[in-house]
């Protein structure tokens, strides 16, 4: 149970989520170098339309879950934004290797 009064144990429960996000972080970044050798070109790395869908849904996940979807979607635009700079740079990788392999879209 958070101390609500304490701004030590406000930031203590803060810490103990952060572990969790940079976890799931982690995961996500996994998946995404995943995508980067099955994708043809850069348009189809940046993927606007699939961009857009992300963030609807984590609108109305956040909206369900009684978080700010505002709030929500500025970090999901930052953060999908440092992932699809990652996977570019997988992507040119990737292909400087093998451009020919995998590529399924
Ligand atoms: C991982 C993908 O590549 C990019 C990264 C995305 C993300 O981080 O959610 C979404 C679309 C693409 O901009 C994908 O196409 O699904």
């Not at 803060?14 to 940079?22: E, F, N, Q, R, S």
């Amino acid at each position: 149970m958070v101390d609500a009064t304490s701004l030590g144990g406000i930031r203590a429960a803060i810490d103990a989520v952060d572990a969790d996000l940079v976890r799931l972080l982690a995961r996500r970044e996994r998946l995404v170098r995943q995508a980067a050798p099955l994708k043809r070109d850069v348009q189809a790395v940046q993927a606007p339309g699939r961009v857009e869908q992300v963030v609807a849904r984590a609108r109305a996940q956040a909206a369900a879950a009684g978080a700010d979807p505002d709030v929500v979607e500025r970090i999901y635009r930052a953060m999908i934004q440092a992932f699809i700079d990652m996977e570019l740079t997988e992507h040119q990788r990737v292909m400087d290797r093998s451009p020919d392999k995998g590529v399924i879209e």
